[in-house]
């Protein structure tokens, strides 16, 4: 942690020698978001904490996977159970990994099963931007997002042609191959991507390497005809991911995440716009050594409508269908089962003067336990021209999924987990360049579900409704940007405890820090990425254990030759360092990897 903070210190430091050496260069276009409010909005006057990564930052990152886009920012924790395509897990403020909701293009690919999202086969060359909300978002969104929103957005046709091959340690090797068209009222962008790695021992004390495939195919059309938008979507990730079981057997399981929409956009009034969502979600795991699996099939309708009631008030409501199917096998233990669920959801803003509030309320009626009702407030105060305070209250519930309520342990009388969170936070814009964010919240979730034994001598037990977490704590991200540099540091302060036994939560830290550094320089971008994160428990018999802290430094180059060729390199783990993000399992030791790329610019 003493070199963490020293670092911290150094970037502290060097934003006024970098202004001084730096001429004036012209204002950032503002960035807009989207997943906040589903409304399109300034990132800056935006009341929730809203984070942003962009295109450029994901390029450089060379990152194999979404979670390894996320884990250098403040408040995202990642635990991995090994290398690439391993079971991976994030965590938004110190909230459970199924307290996260994740989206693609808005379409919600959390399974109705047992587990988060798979982020760890979502493959960054198809992802435009991500707009990571911290907070409650069930009022918009519906189950899950207790603790935030990760919304990957993806890229669209530009009238480009790329093509991408690399290589690395431990036989890792990537290509794709991206293909767009544009004219004024049609566009249509295809891209393919193959990745796969001989890995290394993911268990330790083991010597044998686990391997992992990833075969990506993105599709996405839009066209206008009259007044009438149409878009269609397709993502599907497939391949094979080995790995050792319970007993550090070699195993190996065939997954693919899938999913496919159909939107409908139109303008009933000069002041009013509506769209219609068809989606539908595919979430498949077959083992190659048994004939258990986990399957999710999930069909949605989503309506959504804004309404401008003049220049300061915008009115957004909607109605929400799903149809879900789940169904599993696993140790003799199955289902198959379909459940309903619809909801209702109505949002607020009003923008006068220096004052900016926000009412958002969802009713849900859930063929599993019944309805729930959510909902936030939010209010924002402009102070000054650079400074803007915050305040909200709000809260969230997680449905019982189907592996809760019908697998091992099942409960079909299980309850919603539900949330209550209050948030203060400060927005300080030093410079044209230089800004300072704070937010200090607590988060109190009653109701999580837990298997409770019933026959020590048999293990014999049932979910229930009987433990509380509360996560309280303070994030501070200081930022400074221009055309030259990108330096962005955060502190993170949390209390991740389960109050029903006074344990810290397992696998969320109480302290870390990340530290960004990026130059450009013409033609060459450097940079680098750490982490530096505080001990942390996690799952040990018959008692957690402790998993020690670690510093983690990436480094990042990429270099520009003409307009038409980059090539890039990644040195993952640049200190060597051992860690664990789960206990048991291996991290990648010091790793480097390659990659060329082709691009035939839009004529």
């Given at each position: 942690?003493k070199?963490?903070?020293?670092f911290a210190?150094?970037a502290?430091i060097?934003?006024?020698?970098v202004?001084?050496c730096?001429e004036?260069?012209e204002a950032?276009l503002?960035?807009?978001?989207?997943t906040?409010?589903r409304e399109?909005?300034?990132?800056?006057?935006?009341l929730?904490?809203v984070?942003v990564i962009d295109?450029?930052?994901?390029e450089l990152?060379?990152a194999?996977?979404?979670?390894?886009?996320l884990r250098?920012?403040?408040?995202l924790?990642i635990?991995?159970?090994g290398?690439?395509?391993?079971t991976?897990s994030v965590?938004v403020?110190?909230?459970d990994?199924?307290?996260v909701?994740?989206?693609?293009?808005?379409?919600k690919?959390?399974?109705?099963?047992?587990?988060?999202?798979?982020?760890q086969?979502?493959?960054?060359?198809?992802?435009?931007?991500?707009?990571?909300v911290k907070?409650?978002?069930t009022?918009?969104?519906?189950s899950?997002?207790?603790?935030g929103?990760?919304n990957?957005?993806?890229?669209?046709?530009?009238?480009?042609?790329e093509?991408?091959?690399?290589?690395?340690?431990y036989?890792?090797?990537d290509?794709g191959?991206?293909?767009s068209?544009r004219?004024d009222?049609n566009?249509?962008?295809?891209?393919?991507?193959?990745f796969?790695t001989?890995g290394?021992p993911?268990r330790t004390g083991s010597?044998v390497?686990?391997g992992y495939d990833?075969n990506?195919?993105r599709l996405?059309?839009?066209t206008?005809?009259g007044?009438l938008?149409?878009?269609f979507?397709?993502?599907?990730a497939?391949?094979?991911s080995?790995?050792?079981?319970f007993f550090?057997?070699?195993?190996?399981?065939?997954?693919?995440n899938q999913t496919?929409?159909?939107?409908l956009?139109?303008?009933?009034a000069?002041?009013?716009s509506s769209?219609?969502?068809?989606?539908?979600?595919?979430?498949?795991?077959?083992q190659?050594?048994?004939?258990d699996f986990?399957?999710?099939e999930?069909t949605t309708?989503d309506?959504?409508n804004?309404?401008s009631?003049g220049?300061?008030q915008?009115?957004?409501?909607g109605?929400?269908?799903?149809?879900e199917?789940?169904e599993?096998?696993?140790?003799?233990?199955?289902?198959?089962?379909?459940?309903?669920?619809?909801a209702?959801y109505?949002?607020?803003?009003f923008d006068?003067?220096?004052?900016?509030l926000?009412l958002?309320l969802r009713?849900?009626?859930?063929?599993?336990?019944?309805?729930?009702?959510?909902?936030?407030?939010?209010?924002?105060y402009?102070a000054?021209d650079a400074l803007?305070l915050?305040?909200?209250?709000?809260?969230?519930?997680?449905?019982p999924?189907?592996?809760?309520?019908?697998?091992?342990?099942?409960?079909?009388?299980?309850?919603?987990?539900?949330?209550?969170?209050?948030?203060?936070?400060?927005?300080?814009?030093?410079?044209?360049?230089?800004?300072?964010?704070?937010q200090?919240f607590?988060?109190?979730?009653d109701?999580?579900?837990?298997?409770?034994?019933?026959d020590?001598?048999?293990?014999?037990g049932?979910?229930r409704?009987?433990?509380?977490?509360?996560?309280s704590?303070?994030e501070?991200?200081w930022?400074?940007?221009?055309?030259d540099?990108?330096?962005?540091?955060?502190?993170?302060?949390?209390?991740?405890?389960?109050?029903?036994?006074?344990?810290?939560?397992?696998?969320r830290?109480?302290?870390?820090?990340t530290l960004g550094i990026?130059?450009?320089?013409?033609?060459?971008d450097?940079?680098?990425?750490?982490?530096?994160?505080?001990?942390?428990?996690?799952?040990g018999?018959?008692a957690?254990?402790?998993i020690?802290g670690?510093?983690l430094v990436n480094?990042?180059?990429r270099?520009?030759?003409?307009?038409h060729w980059?090539?890039s390199l990644k040195?993952?783990?640049?200190?060597?360092?051992d860690?664990?993000t789960?206990?048991g399992f291996?991290?990648?030791?010091?790793?480097a990897?390659?990659?060329?790329?082709?691009?035939?610019?839009?004529?």
């Amino acid at each position: 942690m003493k070199t963490a903070f020293f670092f911290a210190a150094m970037a502290a430091i060097s934003p006024q020698s970098v202004a001084a050496c730096c001429e004036d260069d012209e204002a950032r276009l503002q960035q807009i978001v989207v997943t906040a409010t589903r409304e399109k909005q300034s990132l800056a006057s935006t009341l929730a904490p809203v984070l942003v990564i962009d295109r450029d930052e994901i390029e450089l990152s060379q990152a194999r996977d979404l979670a390894d886009l996320l884990r250098f920012h403040a408040g995202l924790e990642i635990s991995r159970n090994g290398g690439a395509g391993q079971t991976t897990s994030v965590f938004v403020r110190g909230t459970d990994s199924n307290h996260v909701l994740v989206m693609i293009d808005g379409v919600k690919i959390n399974p109705g099963t047992i587990g988060g999202a798979a982020i760890q086969n979502i493959r960054p060359q198809m992802i435009q931007r991500i707009e990571i909300v911290k907070g409650p978002r069930t009022s918009l969104y519906g189950s899950d997002a207790i603790g935030g929103v990760i919304n990957v957005i993806t890229r669209k046709a530009n009238g480009e042609v790329e093509f991408t091959a690399g290589a690395g340690r431990y036989g890792t090797y990537d290509r794709g191959v991206t293909v767009s068209w544009r004219d004024d009222d049609n566009a249509l962008y295809a891209s393919y991507s193959r990745f796969n790695t001989d890995g290394f021992p993911v268990r330790t004390g083991s010597s044998v390497d686990r391997g992992y495939d990833n075969n990506s195919a993105r599709l996405q059309g839009n066209t206008r005809l009259g007044k009438l938008d149409l878009e269609f979507s397709f993502w599907r990730a497939s391949g094979t991911s080995e790995y050792l079981d319970f007993f550090a057997t070699p195993v190996s399981q065939d997954y693919r995440n899938q999913t496919l929409s159909l939107g409908l956009g139109f303008a009933p009034a000069e002041n009013w716009s509506s769209r219609i969502t068809l989606a539908q979600l595919t979430d498949d795991i077959e083992q190659n050594d048994s004939m258990d699996f986990v399957r999710t099939e999930r069909t949605t309708l989503d309506w959504f409508n804004s309404i401008s009631l003049g220049d300061r008030q915008l009115l957004s409501a909607g109605i929400y269908l799903s149809r879900e199917h789940a169904e599993s096998l696993s140790f003799g233990t199955g289902f198959d089962q379909d459940r309903d669920d619809h909801a209702f959801y109505l949002q607020d803003q009003f923008d006068w003067d220096r004052h900016q509030l926000l009412l958002a309320l969802r009713y849900g009626d859930f063929e599993s336990f019944g309805g729930i009702s959510t909902w936030n407030i939010e209010y924002g105060y402009v102070a000054t021209d650079a400074l803007m305070l915050t305040a909200s209250l709000g809260t969230g519930f997680r449905s019982p999924d189907a592996t809760d309520l019908f697998g091992f342990g099942g409960n079909p009388d299980l309850l919603a987990e539900e949330s209550r969170n209050v948030e203060l936070g400060l927005r300080w814009q030093f410079t044209d360049h230089t800004s300072l964010s704070v937010q200090a919240f607590k988060n109190d979730i009653d109701n999580l579900i837990q298997f409770v034994v019933i026959d020590p001598l048999t293990f014999a037990g049932q979910n229930r409704n009987v433990a509380k977490a509360r996560i309280s704590g303070v994030e501070m991200t200081w930022r400074f940007r221009n055309e030259d540099w990108d330096l962005r540091s955060s502190l993170v302060f949390q209390n991740p405890e389960n109050i029903t036994d006074d344990q810290q939560l397992l696998r969320r830290s109480k302290r870390s820090l990340t530290l960004g550094i990026t130059r450009h320089l013409r033609a060459l971008d450097l940079g680098f990425n750490l982490l530096a994160t505080d001990q942390r428990k996690d799952f040990g018999f018959p008692a957690p254990v402790d998993i020690g802290g670690y510093t983690l430094v990436n480094f990042n180059g990429r270099y520009s030759i003409g307009k038409h060729w980059q090539v890039s390199l990644k040195v993952e783990n640049l200190l060597n360092k051992d860690y664990q993000t789960a206990a048991g399992f291996n991290s990648s030791k010091r790793a480097a990897f390659i990659a060329l790329n082709y691009l035939i610019p839009a004529k």
